[in-house]
């Protein structure tokens, strides 16, 4: 009997029709000879809620105190999935990530999984429940509830299927797959048969909201195939894992953006040694992290600082920044807000010429002014103006010709 772990997130589980339908699909699961362990999201839009609900009670909210409260929006769906279970005849138990045996480090809100002692959910197996657990949250060695960042129900997942040597994660969400593009944005953006880990995680770090960053980590380094599909539909979906099966045609496989970037530029900064460490320094230790840096070729040894941060950090980043600034001797401090990050991925590239050079003529036909760049062995990435990302992201996906099948 194969053991799956399945995980539906907060729009497959958003009102007490969906949550049924969701029960079905794990009886059909069942019934297929399947041992089974779900995990669920919050229903809806739960967890925004209860965080616009607490910041009505006070503007400072206590960390422990809020991850207590967010969890309880996990814990919520998996009971009523359970209770559907058990109105459809079946042996079913919800357990809390806690009594799953999730151990977590103590980091309120952003919480890393340390280990998993999974015997009450083999326990309950061995009885021949179908277990529900209640994702995103986690449990410290003192005892307290943490979770694990935003959308981190995806991460329980994959850490359970890695924990219990499950066959596959399959991801149950309101899209059947990963798009070559965020179909939201492009509704000409195609399906993949498949991803590898190495690609998912550039899409996913440079802006595909599609799944948890530190799930496709987990993944990688556990071996756990993860299927993501659709909890509406039976269509195929799109199985990350380890290398994509056959000789691929196309290179680039997708096409990430990211609408949250603001840059900061340092103007006429005298070049000599120490100057980066004085501005980056304290900038990681206000806990901003910095994306995309370039400096200029000195001139005369003045140069220009550029870097990016995102958009809800800019205003600290530049608190921080503008005093540094005028103690190095800078003439200015400027920023834009109004800018994106378009990005091409794929493992193919790496071996292969031209596709830095057709990038940018794409973007250069579509009168689109790239203001920084920066590269990986597998990504390249452009930072333009905000408002011209969707024009970019088609451009792109057309000169790609990511429409056609691989
Ligand atoms: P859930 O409610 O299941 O947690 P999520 O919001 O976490 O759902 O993830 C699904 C969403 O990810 C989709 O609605 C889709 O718009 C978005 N998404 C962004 N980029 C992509 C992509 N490249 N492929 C598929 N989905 C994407
Ligand atoms: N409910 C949490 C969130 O909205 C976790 C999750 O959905 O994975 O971020
Ligand atoms: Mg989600």
Known sequence: MALIVQKYGGSSVADAEKIKNVARRIVRTREEGNRVVVVVSAMGDTTDDLIRLAYQITEKLDTRELDVLLSTGEVVASTLLAMALHGMGHPAISLSGAQAGIRTDSAYSRARITNIEPRRVVAELDKGNIVIVAGFQGITEDMDITTLGRGGSDTTAVALAAALKASVCQRYTDVDGIYTT?????????????????????????????????????????????????????????????????????????????????????????????????????????????????????????????????????????????????????????????????????????????????????????????????????????????????????????????????
Do not use: W
């Open 182 to 406: 965020d179909p939201r944005l492009f509704a000409g953006a195609r399906k993949l048969k498949d991803i590898s880990y190495e690609e998912m995680l550039e899409m996913v770090t440079y802006g595909f909201k599609a799944i948890h960053p530190r799930a496709v980590e987990l993944g990688e380094l556990f071996g756990v195939p993860i299927l993501v599909a659709s909890s509406f539909n039976d269509n195929p979906g799109t199985l990350i894992k380890k290398e994509v099966s056959m000789e691929i045609r196309n290179k680039v496989r997708g096409i990430a953006h990211d609408l949250d970037v603001a840059k900061i530029t340092v103007v006429g900064v005298p070049d000599h040694p120490g100057i980066a460490a004085s501005i980056f320094v304290p900038l990681a230790e206000a806990g901003i992290s910095v994306d995309t840096i370039v400096q200029n070729a000195s001139i005369k040894n003045i140069t220009d600082l550029t870097f990016t941060v995102a958009e809800s950090q800019l205003a600290g980043a530049m608190s921080v920044v503008r005093p540094i600034a005028e103690s190095i001797g800078a003439r200015e401090c400027v920023s834009d807000a109004r800018l994106g990050k378009i990005s091409i991925i794929g493992t193919g590239m790496q071996n292969a010429p031209g596709y830095a050079a057709k990038m940018f003529d794409t973007l250069s036909k579509a009168n689109i002014n790239i203001q920084l760049i920066t590269t990986s062995e597998i990504r390249i990435t452009c930072i333009i103006e905000e408002a011209l990302v969707k024009d970019a992201v088609i451009a792109l996906h057309r000169a790609f010709e990511l429409e056609t099948e691989d």
